[in-house]
């Protein structure tokens, strides 16, 4: 399939909210995926710094 223009492409006929809208929810779900457990992961080591703290205290 060949396009005469950008706008064409972007368009891709009458599905280009489709399409694009499923490019953009799939790169949504992979960001997330990457950076969920990142988050979590520094969350866990936080909390357990604030326990340890918290038993060398006392």
């Given amino acids: 399939m060949s396009f005469n223009s950008v706008g064409e ?8 909210a489709y399409v694009w809208s499923s490019y953009g929810i799939s790169l949504a779900v992979l960001a997330l995926n990457a950076l969920l457990p990142i988050l979590a992961r520094r969350r866990y080591l936080q909390d357990e710094a604030r326990r340890l703290r ?4 006392q």
């Fill in 9 to 16: 492409f972007l368009a891709m006929g009458t599905h280009g």
């Fill in 54 to 57: 918290r038993e060398e205290s």
